[in-house]
């Protein structure tokens, strides 16, 4: 059974760095063409993809992000962590980590997702 | 980055509606192309991958076509349970960015 569970803080701080863990099971993140994801949706807006690392510990990033992001991975532990440095009110969002397989190239397990409030 | 617009962004249906969803993308992207549903409060749900195939669970009233840069999502028979946000996806190309969502709406 997969599953991915999103976790860290609820609120932080403007100018604060923001670390997310992402922690799964039913997979690993060692297996050739398995690749993990970072998503995120402001309140009442679309979703936004935000980084992947991928098996082989390749790494991808948003464009307009790339400079403010940092996806790791640890295999033993079964997981992923984003860190976003420098965070305003313009990142409140509910955070998600989802799966993508290359054999599906799509996101097929999600988390329930985590809701980051940015505010002093 | 390929921007993926998806048109209309929302529309109003009657249960049994045929329904369908566009979604253009910048450039070609081949088949590498996604849909999702999203209702209130949960995280989105994977109903077509590869532009065309129906993803395990999903009901047979969705359907996908297209490839290049013109994709097309159907319903056939709108349902109660399919009144949701639907989102597309490009996964040909890091970042593999989402269109900008199409609520459907209780008509």
């Known amino acids: 059974q997969v599953t991915l569970k999103e976790s860290g803080p609820a609120l932080v701080k403007p100018t604060q760095t923001l670390t997310l863990t992402c922690t799964f099971s039913?997979?690993?993140?060692?297996?050739?063409?398995?690749?993990v994801a970072w998503i995120r949706q402001p309140p009442g807006k679309a979703l936004e993809w935000l980084a992947r690392?991928?098996?082989?510990?390749?790494?991808f990033y948003s464009t307009s992000l790339k400079t403010r992001l940092t996806i790791s991975k640890d295999t033993s532990k079964n997981q992923v962590v984003l860190s976003m440095t420098n965070v305003d009110p313009g990142d409140t969002a509910t955070y998600y980590c989802?799966?993508?397989?290359?054999?599906?190239?799509?996101?097929?397990?999600w988390g329930q997702g985590t809701l980051v409030t940015v505010s002093s | 980055d390929i921007q993926m617009t998806q048109s209309p962004s929302s529309l109003s249906a009657s249960v049994g509606d045929r329904v369908t969803i566009t979604c253009r993308a910048s450039?070609?992207?081949?088949?590498?192309l996604n849909w999702y549903q999203q209702k209130p409060g949960k995280a989105p749900k994977l109903l077509i991958y590869?532009?065309?195939s129906l993803q395990k669970g999903a009901p047979s009233r969705f359907s996908g076509s297209g490839s290049g840069t013109d994709f097309i999502l159907t319903i056939s028979s709108l349902q109660p349970e399919d009144f949701a946000t639907y989102y597309c996806?490009?996964?040909?190309?890091?970042?593999?960015?989402f269109g900008g969502g199409t609520k459907v709406e209780v008509k």
């Open positions: 989802a799966r993508m397989p290359t054999s599906i190239s799509s996101f097929d397990y």
């Open positions: 039913g997979f690993s993140l060692s297996t050739i063409g398995m690749r």
């Open positions: 690392i991928d098996w082989d510990d390749d790494k």
């Open positions: 450039q070609s992207i081949k088949s590498y």
């Open positions: 590869d532009a065309s």
């Open positions: 996806q490009q996964s040909h190309t890091a970042p593999q960015t």
